[in-house]
């Protein structure tokens, strides 16, 4: 075995898991999951949006 079939066999391997992962990422079972992910920094917002009020509300009491 010489060092072009080692970069055959590493070449295969790497575009196996490659196209692996493109098939985990558009799984239409992951789709609700990586939506959620999505909407996480708007989510965030509402977060920090709440915390200032209570915080508003604390310092003028």
């Known amino acids: 075995m010489d060092i072009n079939t080692v970069r055959g066999i590493s ?4 575009m196996a898991a490659f196209l692996g992962i493109c ?15 999505a909407n996480l920094p708007f989510d965030d917002d509402e977060i920090a949006e709440r915390t200032f009020k209570e ?7």
């Open 55 to 61: 915080t508003e509300k604390k310092d003028h009491e």
């Open 11 to 14: 070449t295969f391997f790497v």
């Open 23 to 37: 098939w985990w990422a558009y799984s239409s079972h992951r789709k609700s999951r990586f939506e959620e992910a």
